[in-house]
């Protein structure tokens, strides 16, 4: 099956950029997902990226994909406090499902 | 629009204990799933069921049972709770059609079993 590796944890100070990575394995992954989980809630979608684009910007979010490689990256760009939470990647596998990986634990620091 | 509701939103069982974990969509989505999410392991998916009438086994299904009851309806079953079923439980849905299979989830529930 699919194997999602992310760093654990990450923090940032206030108005800087984050990075979160993520390795997977499955190549014919279609779409891959970014979720966010707030405190004590479920997770949110937070954007995605569809196989055949390299990069994808949402407002202060921006998503790159590098296929050869499988590598995902997601950038918060001017991190805010309310961007603190545990950040999940989750390609698409086989039969529509997702595979999540371990999720970042995002700190922000004022 | 309610979305994805799961209950209870919390529960704690005594070790052989069994109980049922109810979950609704009303979405009008095929596809619903189990998830356990536990420290640093991500979501592991129990079973998922991709249209009314079918159930698969996910990643870790031992210990567990799924009925989908009708289209709206995904229940989790444990038949004999163990201290290593301690997790919070998310119920989720896709629309499961065509390309984009974002997942919409419940609240959870936090399960400890004593």
């Known amino acids: 099956g699919e194997d999602v590796e992310q760093s654990l944890f990450l923090s940032v100070r206030e108005g800087d950029s984050s990075v979160i990575n993520c390795t997977y394995t499955?190549?014919?992954?279609?779409?891959l997902y970014w979720y966010k989980q707030e405190p004590g809630a479920g997770l949110q979608l937070l954007t995605y990226?569809?196989?055949?684009?390299d990069m994808k910007q949402d407002q202060r979010l921006t998503v790159l994909l590098n296929k050869k490689d499988k590598h995902l990256s997601l950038r918060i760009a001017d991190t805010q406090t309310g961007d603190s939470a545990i950040y999940f990647c989750?390609?698409?596998?086989?039969?529509?499902?997702?595979?999540f990986g371990g999720g970042t634990r995002v700190l922000v620091k004022p | 629009n309610a979305g994805v509701t799961q209950t209870p939103k919390f529960q704690v069982l005594k070790t052989g204990q069994s109980m049922t974990l109810q979950c609704a969509q009303d979405?009008?989505?095929?596809?619903m799933y189990w998830y356990r999410q536990d420290p640093g392991m991500g979501l592991r998916l129990i079973y998922y069921?991709?249209?009314?009438?079918?159930?698969d086994k996910g990643e870790v299904p031992n210990g567990y049972n799924v009925s989908r009851l009708n289209k709206r309806e995904f229940s989790l079953r444990l038949e004999s709770a163990a201290p290593s079923q301690t997790s919070v439980y998310f119920c989720?849905?896709?629309?499961?059609?065509?390309?984009?299979?974002?997942?919409?989830f419940g609240q959870g529930t936090r399960l400890t079993v004593v």
């Open positions: 990226i569809f196989s055949n684009m």
């Open positions: 499955d190549s014919s992954s279609t779409y």
């Open positions: 979405m009008n989505h095929n596809s």
């Open positions: 069921s991709a249209s009314e009438g079918t159930t």
């Open positions: 989750a390609p698409e596998a086989a039969g529509n499902k997702l595979t």
């Open positions: 989720a849905s896709s629309g499961g059609q065509g390309v984009n299979t974002e997942a919409f």
